[in-house]
């Protein structure tokens, strides 16, 4: 099955810094890769995704690449702000199912 | 704003007495899904509905049991919590179908589950 590691396991960033979490999938089958925001008490939150036939995709301060031949996709913030503290977590699709890497807590230090 | 509701947000149950969760949708989603989420880890699956199909994850314990009556519903039946089961539990949904099931999923805002 599908196995997703996740790094680094927490991150701790200057406001206005740019900070950079990636993740590597093991099944070549999975064609979906989403990031979800996750704030404390709260479900989580889909922030951007990327699908296999496409390589980088960007929304405003946030953007993913996807490696399919590395089988590695990372989640770039730039400009980051306090509000972007939280607890991230990536995710590879393969038909109905989403397997998550393990999170990333992100420290944004005024 | 079409949205996974989730009620209670909080419950407590005393241990080996059943509990019911519940998850509302307003997407028309095709696909429903249950988590459990502890502290500091990422979300577990439990089981999922494609429309009435229901698809029970390899490692979900019995105790786990899910009914969905209609496109809009979805429940998790816990028969009798233990303190391990003590956790958020999420609902989320997806549109299923697509050439390669590659539709977005959403989360609802869960539900905190204490065991006493």
């Known amino acids: 099955g599908e196995n997703v590691e996740q790094h680094p396991s927490t991150l701790s960033v200057q406001e206005g810094d740019s900070a950079v979490i990636k993740c590597t999938y093991s099944?070549?089958?999975?064609?979906?890769f989403p990031w979800y925001k996750q704030e404390l008490g709260k479900g989580p939150q889909l922030i951007i995704d990327?699908?296999?036939?496409?390589g980088e995709k960007k929304d405003q301060r946030i953007a993913v690449t996807l490696n399919k031949t590395a089988k590695h996709f990372s989640l770039h913030i730039t400009e980051t702000q306090p509000e972007d503290s939280a607890v991230y977590f990536c995710?590879?699709?393969?038909?109905?199912?989403?397997?998550f890497g393990q999170g990333t807590r992100l420290t944004i230090n005024p | 704003d079409a949205m996974v509701i989730q009620n209670p947000r909080y419950q407590v149950t005393q241990f080996g007495k059943p509990v019911t969760l519940s998850c509302s949708q307003t997407?028309?989603?095709?696909?429903m899904y249950w988590y459990q989420q502890k502290s500091s880890q990422a979300p577990k699956l439990l089981f999922h509905?494609?429309?009435?199909?229901?698809?029970n994850e390899a490692d979900t314990p019995d105790n786990f049991q899910s009914r969905r009556p209609n496109t809009s519903f979805c429940f998790l039946d816990i028969r009798s919590p233990g303190l391990g089961d003590a956790a958020m539990y999420l609902c989320?949904?997806?549109?299923?179908?697509?050439?390669?099931?590659?539709?977005?999923?959403?989360f609802g805002p869960g539900t905190r589950l204490t065991v006493t």
């Open positions: 509905y494609y429309d009435k199909d229901f698809n």
């Open positions: 995710a590879a699709r393969r038909a109905q199912k989403l397997v």
């Open positions: 989320a949904t997806s549109r299923g179908g697509g050439a390669r099931g590659e539709y977005e999923q959403y």
């Open positions: 990327i699908r296999s036939n496409v």
């Open positions: 997407l028309n989603h095709n696909v």
């Open positions: 099944d070549s089958a999975s064609n979906y």
